[in-house]
């Protein structure tokens, strides 16, 4: 697949510093598609999602994203069976607070003795003794936010947490978050077709918060061809032109597409290279952006 350019490296995105001492390249990869259908179980081909993994850091990528409730557990298992003991200086990420009991089946579980038992599970699984970046998941409507924050925030404190990052919140969390343990990343759903979390992506550059879209691709008949026509004239893939707007979005920007399949996986790092001129980001840009609910 053509990219418009010879390189193919993450670190073509450039890099951000989490927490002020942990350095990745701009161009993350996220665990998730690595499971089995329905994000359960294992995948159809195990050898297939260990290839992807250490192609991954090979072509730079050392910030992979994933959670506990991939699988359940697989995707961790996986990171490790490809990747430990992490001599490539990869970041780890994992998150918590959702729960899987089925394939497409989630559920809320973000109390402080669920989380306090899960990172256990984690560590084990991913092969380290402290987590890098671990995230609540999403806030559980049965349990006090801040309880949640707390809880992660205690395992900071006894050196089981490096950073803490947050997945799926409205900026009053990130706010009620910050104050109680910092803050170094924010997950949220985000593209060029539907920016409804603009205002946290801008609280996020404000604060040098790294902000890792999931959801990148373009959603919508008008989204689909604005991509499409760029992609056209510059011979390379709507992944690509997708990404590389995300990256041009903001500084703090982190993608983490992911995939089972090490040539998608190659296409998506591809973007790290590929600039869009002024012309084209204005384009996108003007591309009205729907709420995700009357996207079609």
Request: glycine letters at 8%; aromatic letters at 8%.
């Amino acid at each position: 697949m053509a990219t418009g350019t010879a390189i193919l490296s993450a670190a073509a995105a450039g890099t951000i510093t989490l927490g002020g001492d942990l350095i990745v390249n701009r161009m993350g990869y996220g665990a998730m598609r690595i499971t089995g259908p329905g994000i359960w179980g294992p995948p159809a081909d195990k050898a297939a999602a260990l290839a992807t993994l250490r192609r991954a850091v090979e072509l730079g990528v050392n910030f992979i994203d994933t959670a506990d409730s991939y699988g359940p557990d697989v995707s961790e298992e996986l990171i490790a069976e490809a990747l430990a003991p992490y001599s490539n200086g990869e970041v780890i990420a994992t998150k918590v607070g959702w729960t899987r009991h089925g394939p497409g089946v989630w559920a809320h579980n973000a109390s402080p003795a669920h989380i306090t038992e899960a990172i256990e599970g984690s560590l084990k699984r991913l092969r380290v003794e402290r987590i890098d970046v671990y995230q609540l998941h999403i806030p559980d409507p049965a349990v006090s936010f801040d309880a949640s924050m707390e809880a992660i925030a205690k395992l900071k404190e006894q050196g089981k947490v490096r950073h803490v990052g947050l997945s799926n919140v409205a900026l009053e969390y990130v706010k009620r978050a910050q104050k109680i343990v910092p803050i170094v990343s924010v997950q949220n759903r985000y593209s060029f077709s539907d920016r409804e979390w603009d205002f946290v992506m801008d609280y996020c550059t404000e604060q040098g918060i790294a902000f890792l879209p999931w959801g990148p691709m373009a959603q919508g008949r008008q989204a689909n061809e604005a991509v499409e026509k760029i992609a056209r004239e510059r011979g390379t893939s709507t992944a690509v032109v997708s990404l590389a707007w995300l990256l041009r979005r903001s500084p703090v920007v982190l993608p983490i597409p992911g995939t089972g399949s090490v040539k998608h996986l190659e296409e998506n790092v591809g973007a790290a290279a590929f600039k869009l001129n002024d012309e084209e980001f204005a384009a996108l840009n003007a591309v009205a952006p729907k709420p995700y609910w009357l996207r079609g």
